[in-house]
């Protein structure tokens, strides 16, 4: 179970948040849980998310920190796509600075420009490999086809495209980077829509077990693919435990293929 940073900012992921001592806590916490694999990005903030992990966490001892760079912010809520070279080099030096590295562990394409060649985006992330400055590279919101056509210019070791148990989008990126052994990291993992109803699957099974709706999710997740690296994020410490405390639960054969089911039968993106 991972730790996704996003929450740990200001309202609409812009700005510092409100109780910054609060933020650096919850990634303290998480690390003390056993969390050794926390994801963020520049656009978180933007530059904020990243701050607060340097400042919470650096040294990072056994600890994976993935950022992210291609999306600019205009706003609160306001996302753009900069997949520019040129940007992703900038991008890249201030990531560094922030996070207090050398060199990041897992560097992430955060979404493909449609304004720039595909392969030009992600040939700057191997060349930031080649010089040293990143150890591994990742992508993000990618179809099948853009995977093997990033593949082709460089090792890819994590796709993180949206994906839970009421959203099946991915399904197809999910199961190819199951076949080539590369880490899927789903993100908005506890998006499971109807099936969290009152008398839905999740419901049933979650007080089977008693726990939440949200920890089941995750639990589903976890035993749906071996290459599955959830990453729940929060801005409170209560509700990092809840989700933390997901990986502990075994969910029985019967339990699994009827969440699984009830997955199939939902509508997609839901």
Known sequence: MGFGAMRITGEGIWGPPSDPAGAVAVLRRAVELGVDFIDTADSYGPNVSEELIGEALAPYDGVVVATKAGLVRGGPGRWSADGRPEHIRE?????????????????????????????????AFAEAQRAGKV?????????????????????????????????????????????????????????AGAL??????????????????????????LAAS?????????????????????????????ELR????????APAGR
Request: aromatic residues 6%; glycine residues 8%; charged residues 20%.
């Open 91 to 123: 991008a890249l030096e201030g990531s560094l600075r922030r996070l207090r590295v050398e060199c990041i562990d897992l560097y992430q394409f955060h979404r493909p420009d449609p304004a720039v060649p595909f392969a030009e985006s992600v040939g």
């Open 135 to 191: 150890r591994h590279v990742g992508l993000s919101n990618v179809t099948v086809a853009q995977l093997e056509e990033a593949l082709a210019i460089c090792e890819i070791v994590s796709v993180q495209n949206r994906y839970s148990a009421g959203d099946r989008d991915s399904q197809d990126v999910l199961d190819a980077c199951a076949a080539r052994g590369i880490a899927f990291i789903p993100w908005f993992p506890l998006a």
């Open 196 to 221: 969290t109803a009152g008398d839905g699957p999740l419901a049933r099974v979650a007080s089977a077990h008693g726990a939440s709706t949200g920890q089941i999710a995750l639990a589903w997740l």
């Open 226 to 254: 071996p290459v599955m690296v959830p990453i729940p994020g929060t801005s409170s410490v209560a509700h990092l435990e809840e989700n933390v405390a997901a990986a502990s639960i075994s969910l029985g054969a019967d």
């Open 258 to 265: 009827e969440l699984s089911e009830a997955a199939r039968e």
